[in-house]
Each structure stands twice: as C-alpha cells, then as structure tokens.
C-alpha cells in the first residue's frame, strides 16, 4: 500500500513521540484533529499503526515498503550461502550423477587440479551426456561441462538481490560463491534459487525492524 506524504509524515511522527494522542499528532502538523481523522483511520485500519483507548497511537512496527527495500538490500550472500558440492574435472559423468543423487543437489562445481574453478554442471548437462551413445564411466565432466571464463560468480560480500538478479539474467539454478585466489578463484559457497525461495520467506516472518 503506497502512503500518502502526510500518512508518512504521520507514521514518523508516532514512530518518534509514542504512544501519543490524536489531538498531539495534529499539533504536530498544525492540523486539527478533524481533518486527520480519515489518515488516522486508514493507516489504523491497514496496521501501520495500533490505537489504544485512553493511551493513544502506537507504532506497530508493521514494514513500510521503504522498510522492507531496506531489510532486503542489507540482505548478504555470506549470511544466506551454503555448502557447494565440488567434483574434480576428470571424474567421470557416472560419478558426477551419482554425486548429484547422493548429495541430493542441483548444480555441482568442478575444480581443477589446483583446486581452482573450472566448470559447472547442471542436471541437463548430465541428462544431455545421458542421452548420447557415450560410456558415462569413461566421458570425464571436463568434456560436457559449462568452463571458465563463462561462469557466472557471486563473491560473500555481494548484495543476495544482485545474486538473484544474475540467476535470472542468465537463467540459471545456481551460482558458485568465490574468492581470488593466485590463479584464478577458489569456491567457498553456492546460492541457489532454494537460497533465494528460503530468504525471501523469511522476509515474510521478520516482523520487527
Ligand atoms: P538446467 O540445465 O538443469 O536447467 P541451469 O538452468 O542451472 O540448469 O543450467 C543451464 C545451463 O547453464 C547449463 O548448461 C549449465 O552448465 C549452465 N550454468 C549453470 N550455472 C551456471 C553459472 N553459474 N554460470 C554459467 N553457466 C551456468
């Protein structure tokens, strides 16, 4: 629900001073109680703010989309990231799906020798190796992989809604979480849209701000 400015300006006022009259909101916007009646009653109505008899207007604490834009853009990748699940690049299709199972996963990483970021594999990746008349136990992941340098990455300190905004840019179920490292990056963490689904749930029962 969009507030009007003298909503807002009403919101603030019995933020900073409550619980606090009708008759002293008023006065502080040299108004009459009358002429803020409506205001008062809508945003009671909509649970801005709460009204109790003989006491006065309350703050509910209920968030302004301003309030939530601000909850969301403090949101961290390092405070929702999880575990990656990383297969070396010469294992074999076979065990990068069995991996998949075992770990029960969508997206898995691939690292080469050094450890470094080599490649990703998603479920149709290994569906389409699948498929073909290849011996999964001899195809190694390298072969079918998306490589570097065309993986999207996200690093810990990045906002999760620019992580959100890449997986859906590039249509894609994850993202690997990197840091530098001396030859090229190192994988520390995984973002995928479950990360996104279970964030943007837990926006919805956070009630204070
Ligand atoms: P699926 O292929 O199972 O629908 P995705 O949508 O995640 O899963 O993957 C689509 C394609 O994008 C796959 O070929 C996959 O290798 C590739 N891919 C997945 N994640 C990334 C990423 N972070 N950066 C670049 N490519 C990726």
Excluded: W
Aim: hydrophobic share 40%; glycine share 6%; with cysteine.
């Amino acid at each position: 629900m969009e507030l009007s400015s003298r909503q807002e300006k009403i919101v603030d006022i019995v933020k900073e001073n409550g619980p606090i009259t009708g008759e002293k909101i008023a006065e502080h916007l040299s108004l009459t109680r009358a002429t803020l009646r409506p205001d008062l009653s809508i945003l009671t109505m909509a649970g801005f703010l709460e009204a109790r008899p003989r006491v006065g207007y309350f703050y509910s604490g209920k968030h302004t989309s301003e309030a939530l834009s601000g909850k969301i853009k403090r949101m961290s990748v390092k405070d929702y990231q999880s575990i990656p699940i990383i297969v070396k690049e010469n294992v074999s299709v076979y065990d990068a799906i069995s991996t998949m199972f075992l770990e029960d996963i969508g997206t898995l990483f691939v690292s080469d020798s050094k450890g470094l970021l080599a490649g990703v594999l998603s479920r149709k990746d290994l569906l389409r190796a699948s498929i073909g008349q290849q011996n999964l136990n001899t195809v190694p992941v390298h072969i079918i992989m998306t490589r570097m340098p065309n993986i999207a990455v996200c690093r810990k300190d990045d906002l999760l809604i620019d992580a959100a905004n890449k997986l859906i840019e590039k249509e894609i179920d994850g993202l690997p979480v990197v840091r530098d490292s001396e030859n090229g990056l190192e994988v520390i963490g995984r973002i995928t849209k479950t990360t996104i689904a279970r964030a943007f749930s837990e926006l919805a029962t956070v009630h204070e701000i």
